[in-house]
């Protein structure tokens, strides 16, 4: 069964030694003559005016990412439960609408207090 | 030593040594990373156990999104991103500490097993089939109250990331003046939320 | 669908009935929240809905027009309820969602009551029977916890109303994750394979987490939270590694097949003893037990009061009830091994809360380590490991449960005027200024002690007679010094309410309808059941009974 995952291991050594052999042999063979020009920030932005430590990000992101683990837990279960749903009848088809249902009620409460729009 | 076994070796050198730069990391941020680093090995820790499913679950939710949840966290805070030390005291202590525990746990284990070697077999494969049966005959109500584990986590999540108007503690008025206003919630839901502005009020 | 048949597993939505009813008032606590003011408009379909089943059950469940299904009548009478109060309370939305809260526990408790006498009673005994496929226990000790668990919250709902709405600290969210907390709580003390105890213990955590945390500006309630929860996520992680560690050694989840594996000669001892030592620490941060209390009067003083009050009540009930099962049902064979550590632990705490406790000058700290003091006078009755000692123990925290609310109450009410921590200063003269707010924390305190005529003076009766009963004389001596000396420090509470006099300015404590209710309540239990027991100790000396 592990030989099916054989190309996954095939794809991440070329990956890495793609990654590693283009890193090495640019830092082997290439000439490096630097000039202020060329160590200056370009076309990507200015240089920073002032100490950036202290800023914080929107706490929004935080109730983004809780609800995406969440509904990411959420599908974790529902793939089980799409696989053998022949099987489970509406039995399974039961429980999952409770399941389903109680998250429902947190993704409508999150929706309606607003923890998603963002101004 | 079968091929397994070596893959296993390589595995778990790789997660071992991402667990030890996760705690050991002076930069938050590479020890998020390294976290990361971590999980995945354990996902593959559980592959190479023939759970595939599991694995999938591994990558998806704690390197998928625990990761980045742990990286909000560090922005949303202001905690120090940077190469700061965030050493307390504690350092030599808490090492002599884990180190015990981890030096105790391990013989203990070992030595725990002892003659009881469970024979050795080839891992058997459960498909995902296997566990939806699993999940919706014995462990079915377990199953249920997950999802009001998910919904206290997320109600709460609700409580203490959105910022409302009047938000104190300590500080309290001595008689709440309003009293028919400040008793409605809505009054209260409809003031400006000032998510993320940042500054203390 | 042709395998429905072979498809049925053994569902029995009534043995988590009072879950049930409690999870239906989350709900509707929830869509209110987000429908605002058109709240009728979830209100009345969610009533009628409610109102339906209720009918629904009716038909198919009473036996005859004499012998209706309970359940179905309460249904019919709580969608109503619903309804009247969304319209009856529509301008303070506050007071409804309290109300709506406190709907859903008092179905919950008179659900468990029907339980008692319909499901789970036969002749004289709770007879033991698990559902849902082995995963709840239908015992004695799953339905006691649930008196314990809904009567707190309860009483906790009205006593902090105005605390929270005084404090600025309420937000629509505070009672579903309450109840929901509650939940977790009594699931805990059902759960009977430990995938369904983890999950529960998961449940009550976080909610117990953020509420602990929902002072949001204040300090030490975030410093609390964060102890508390970084804490307890080490614990739980300890805890999950003991239950992997008893399921390779035994192969099963279900806490009586635990038991069966370790019974089996062949079992790896070593492994189960190193799995039994993780899983005591996991309960042990739960409930308290010395060395794993350090998160205590952080946790106490920093919550608000009312949480604590609940957490102090409720939690130590449900933690102790997964211990109870953990360790009496599954970790059984082993008893030999675990009976003297466990015992070592409860003399620790015993002694470590009383000593502590004795330089405490915060109120609020000082009943925190006499909390750790009391989970050490409740573990008695496990080490004790008889029907008495279990029957003990839930019966002990039980009285516990009511008397630190009571306490806790009259901290609420000084602290709503004071706007801060209340010191042992604070108390000053309070006999003078307020006797009958004096009269009811000296009753708390007496009972804390364990002096006659109280309730807490029954607990500890039980627990003492338990431990003397399996030849722990050395723990009893030791609980009984311990009790001396802490009744020092309740004293010394007295002693500043009725011989100090009162500062000039000291601020009047104030009260409100719900505050008054809950207290007089809970004050009037600590008489009454401490005059009669009776009746509930009966009933928890006949719920001595485990699903095996």
Known sequence: MLADYLPVLLLFVVAFGFVAASLGVSALVGPRRPNPSKLSAYECGNEPLAQVKGTRFSVKFYLVAMMFLIFDIETVFVYPWAITTADLGWFGFGQMALFLGLLGVAFVYEIGRGGLTWD | MTSLDIVFILVAVVTGGAAVMTVTSRNLVHAALFLGVTLAGIGATFLLLAADFVAMVQVVVYLGAITVLFLFGLMLTRAPIGRETLDSRNRPMAMVVSAALFGILVVLIVRAFGSNQFPATEPISSSVADLGMAIFSTWVFPFEVVSMMLLAALVGAVLLARRQSGDSGTETRVTPIREALDDSTEELDRAPAELGSGGER | ?548
């Open chain 3, 1 to 548: 669908m042709t395998d429905l048949t072979q498809f049925l597993p053994d569902i029995a939505w009534s043995s988590v009935a009072p879950e049930i009813a409690m999870t239906v008032a989350v709900v509707v606590l929830l869509l209110m929240t987000v429908a605002g003011r058109r709240r009728m408009w979830v209100a009345t379909p969610m009533g009628l809905a409610i109102a339906g089943v209720g009918v629904a059950l009716l038909v198919v469940e009473s036996t005859s027009p004499a012998d209706p299904s309970l359940p179905g009548l309460l249904a019919i009478v709580a969608g109503v309820a619903l309804v009247a109060l969304t319209f009856g309370l529509a301008g303070v939305p506050r007071a409804l969602h309290a109300w709506i809260a406190g709907l859903g526990a008092g179905a919950a408790l008179v659900l468990t009551a029907w339980q008692i006498f319909d499901v789970a009673w036969t002749g004289s005994l709770f007879a033991a029977s698990t559902t849902m496929e082995g995963s709840v226990a239908m015992d004695g000790l799953a339905i006691f916890t649930r008196i314990t668990v809904y009567l707190s919250t309860l009483l906790v709902l009205p006593i902090g109303f105005a605390y929270v709405r005084d404090r600025n600290i309420h937000r629509p969210e505070f009672e579903p994750l309450l109840l929901l907390s509650a939940v977790g709580m009594a699931l805990l003390g059902a759960a009977n394979d430990v995938i369904t105890l983890f999950i529960a213990l998961e449940v009550l955590s976080i909610a117990l987490y953020v509420l602990t945390g929902s002072a949001r500006r204040d300090r030490r309630s975030q410093e609390a939270a964060v102890k508390y929860f970084v804490l307890g996520a080490v614990a739980s992680a300890i805890l999950l590694y003991g239950f992997a560690l008893s399921y390779i050694a035994t192969g099963s989840l279900e806490l009586p097949g635990i038991a069966l594996g370790m019974a089996d000669p062949g079992s790896p001892l070593r492994l189960l003893a190193v799995s039994m030592v993780l899983v005591l620490v996991g309960v042990g941060f739960k409930v308290a037990l010395v060395p794993f209390q350090l998160w205590v009067p952080d946790v106490y003083e920093g919550a608000p009061t009312n949480v604590t009050a609940f957490m102090g009540a409720a939690t130590k009930a449900a933690g102790f009830a997964a211990m109870l099962r953990l360790f009496v049902v599954a970790w059984a064979p082993l008893a030999d091994l675990w009976v003297p550590i466990v015992a070592v632990l409860a003399g620790l705490s015993m002694a470590y809360g009383a000593w502590a406790a004795l330089v405490q000058d915060d109120v609020k700290r000082l009943l925190a380590y006499s909390a750790v003091a009391h989970a050490g006078y409740a573990t008695i009755g496990i080490v004790s490991l008889s029907d008495a000692g279990l029957s003990a123990t839930m019966w002990y925290l039980f009285t516990y449960a009511i008397t630190s609310i009571t306490a806790l109450g009259g901290i609420i009410a000084i602290e709503r005027r004071n706007h801060r921590a209340v010191s042992i200063s604070d108390l000053n003269g309070l006999g003078r200024t307020s006797p009958a707010l004096a009269a009811v924390m000296s009753l708390a305190l007496l009972s804390l002690a364990g002096i006659p005529p109280t309730l807490g003076f029954e607990g500890k009766l039980g627990v003492f007679t338990a431990g003397m009963l399996s030849g722990l004389t050395w723990l009893v001596v030791l609980g009984v010094v311990t009790s001396v000396v802490s009744a020092f420090y309740y004293l010394r509470l007295m002693g500043a309410m009725f011989l100090t006099d009162p500062a000039p300015d000291a601020p009047v404590p104030a009260y409100s309808h719900g505050w008054n209710a809950g207290v007089t309540v809970a004050a009037g239990l600590i008489v009454y059941l401490g005059l009669q027991p009776s009746i509930l100790l009966d009933l928890a000396e006949r719920a001595a009974v485990l699903a095996r």
